[in-house]
Structures are given as C-alpha cells and as structure tokens.
C-alpha cells in the first residue's frame, strides 16, 4: 500500500535551535500535503496545508514565520520548526493525498523535543 | 475551533465484548468521515469511512453509522480483542474555502483480557 515517510521519527534540540521534519510519499505522488501537531492526550491539530509548488495555507493561529513549510516537488514536504521553544515539543505529522485517487496517507509522526 | 467532538473520552470493555465510540460533528457542509485508530507514538491508521450519501458501511468487525439528522458518527467494534486497545478518532473533511480533515478529541479504548 501507499506509504508516506518522516525524517526524522525523534529529534531533540536545543531551545533557538531550528529543525527540519521531512515528509515524503514514497510510492505515489501527493499534491496536497498537511501537517499537524499534536498535544500528549489530544487530538491532531491541523496546522497548514501544502500544495506542491505554491504557498502553504495556514490555520488560524499557527505563525507562518515560525513554521517554515516547502513543498517543492510531488513526493516532499518540509516543514521547519523555527527558533524552536519548549512549548514547540510536540508530536509532528504529516499526510498526504494522492493526486490520482484524492486517497489520504498519514506518516508515523515525528516527535520533537525542545529543551 | 474543532468542529468535531466525542461524548466519551475513556472506553473500557471486555475482551469479546461489542464496542461503541460516538462522535457528533457540527459542519452539515462535511461529505466524508473517516474513523482513525491511534497507537501510542505512532501516526493514525485508517479504519473505516463513510459518504454523506450513505447511512452505514460495513468493514471487518468494524461498522460505521451516520446520522445526518442529528449529526452524529459511531464506530461499532464487534468481539473487541486487546489488540483493538488505542485512541480512535472521527474526522471530518471539512469543506469549506479548502478542503481539509479536521479530527475529534479522541476516545480511549481499553481492552482487558
């Protein structure tokens, strides 16, 4: 079946740091690309959604300066986590839809320690 | 704000017991539900979906019920297995300026032996 990649799975970084998560379709081609975050205990919140080759649209009250989106090809997704914070840990992941069938993938997460 | 909601945070049943985790959703505008399972530091693994145009779809063990009249979505889990024991999460594609899945709080489901 389709599967969608994250790089990395775990990273720990130190506060003002920046950190790039990747997200990568492996066997399709994904037009659309979101990415959440999530609290221990909650839901997914959705933060932007990424269309390859254009700007991403972010949700109400998440920073674009502070979170770097890229999309620059059919099969990846970056997103960049600026002068990280603490209150940044968080469990990041990403889905994708592929653009033949509008089916959505979710990638396993990426799980980003600030300290 | 989410437009997504689940009356039940926490489930808790018996190995081989039936299980049912409710959802009530707020945007008539939604066409496409899905229902996701979560296990602890991993990403969602899809169940089960359903169209608005449908009141019930069938999977294995797995039954999804919409009711559009009150907006409402429940996941059945039948002869539920510890294996089942994980966060379940109803999402909703949002259509609205962009089309985007929004997800519910989550329930907890515990299966014990």
């Known amino acids: 079946g389709a599967v969608v990649s994250q790089h990395p799975s775990r990273v720990i970084c130190k506060s003002g740091t920046s950190v790039k998560i990747e997200c990568r379709s492996l066997?399709?081609?994904?037009?659309?690309m979101f990415w959440y975050r999530q609290f221990p205990k909650k839901s997914l919140m959705l933060m932007a959604t990424?269309?390859?080759?254009?700007?991403?649209?972010?949700e109400q009250g998440v920073e674009k300066d502070k979170f770097l989106i890229n999309h620059a090809s059919l099969t990846l997704s970056t997103l960049t986590v600026t002068s990280a914070h603490p209150e940044d840990s968080s469990f990041y992941i990403c889905?994708?839809?592929?653009?033949?069938?509008?089916?959505?993938?979710f990638g396993e997460g990426s799980r980003l320690t600030v300290l | 704000g989410e437009s997504v909601g689940l009356h039940l945070p926490t489930l808790s049943v018996q190995e081989g017991d039936n299980s049912i985790i409710n959802c009530a959703y707020s945007?008539?505008?939604?066409?496409?539900f899905i229902w996701y399972k979560q296990e602890s530091g991993k990403g969602p693994q899809f169940i089960i979906d359903?169209?608005?145009?449908?009141d019930k779809r069938q999977g294995q063990r797995v039954t999804v019920l919409l009711n559009k009249t009150v907006k409402h979505l429940s996941l059945q889990i039948a002869a539920t297995q510890p294996g089942d024991s994980a966060v379940y999460f109803c999402?909703?594609?949002?259509?609205?300026?962009?089309?985007?899945?929004?997800f519910g709080k989550g329930t907890k489901l515990t299966v014990n032996p």
């Open positions: 990424s269309n390859e080759g254009s700007k991403a649209t972010y």
């Open positions: 889905s994708a839809r592929a653009g033949n069938t509008g089916e959505l993938f």
């Open positions: 359903i169209r608005s145009n449908m």
């Open positions: 999402a909703e594609n949002w259509k609205g300026g962009s089309e985007k899945l929004v």
């Open positions: 066997d399709f081609q994904a037009t659309t």
């Open positions: 945007n008539s505008a939604s066409d496409y």
